[in-house]
Every structure is written in C-alpha cells, then in structure tokens.
C-alpha cells in the first residue's frame, strides 16, 4: 500500500505561485508514475500533469501547460507541482495520485493510489 500526503496548498492573487508537494510512503516511489488532478466545485475531477517513474518524461493538460511542471525527487519519495501564473480558475481541490504502470496516464481510473487533497484558491 501507499501513502500519498499533499500539501503547499492555500490561497494566493492570480498571477501568484505555488508549490504543492506530495510524499509518498508505504511503496517503491521510484517506480510509480506520479499524477497531478484537480476538482472544483461543481466539476468533474480533471487532469493537470504526470511523470513518469524515471522522471525524463511528464505530459501536461493545455490548460496549464506552460505554466505548470510537475518534478520529483525520487530520493525524498516526493513529487512536486510548481504552478505559476495562477488564474482563479485554477482554484481547485488538487489530488495526487500513484500509477504502478509507471508510464504517464491523464486517465484518473489508471492511478492505483491517491492523496486526500489539498486545497488551492485563486483571489482575482
């Protein structure tokens, strides 16, 4: 089993920067492949960025592509998410989530194990 632990989240000035971290415990990180989703209210969960477990590759979503990039430190079992240039419409419930494919998938359904979420907020 693995634990996934988020944090970093909180309320930020679109234009702002924030870095969520998720640590991992309970599994062999440095072979998951490492997802980034988000849910607002009233929407359905969506995908934001993924790496792969050697941590060469990652894919993004266009909505935050750019803006977005998704590390890890597979020695410190974490994987990180450095958003910059925030719009309220990035504000969210951001979720991450374990994939034992190890490749990177934007399909929430693919990833094994997820964290309990940490909240993001937008002020315009």
């Known amino acids: 089993q693995v634990q996934l632990v988020e944090s970093g989240g909180g309320l930020v000035q679109a234009g702002g920067s924030l870095r969520l971290s998720c640590a991992a415990s309970?599994?062999?990180?440095?072979?998951?492949?490492m997802g980034w989703f988000r849910q607002a209210p009233g929407k359905e969960r969506e995908f934001v960025g993924c790496?792969?477990?050697?941590?060469?590759?990652?894919r993004y979503a266009d909505s935050v592509k750019g803006r977005f990039t998704v590390s890890r430190d597979n020695a410190k079992n974490t994987v990180y998410l450095q958003m910059n240039s925030l719009k309220p419409e990035d504000t969210a419930i951001y979720y991450c989530a374990a994939d034992y494919t190890g490749t990177c998938q934007t399909n929430g359904p693919t990833y094994d194990y997820w964290g309990q979420g940490t909240q993001v907020t937008v002020s315009s």
């Open positions: 790496i792969r477990r050697g941590g060469f590759s990652t």
């Open positions: 309970g599994g062999s990180f440095s072979t998951y492949a």
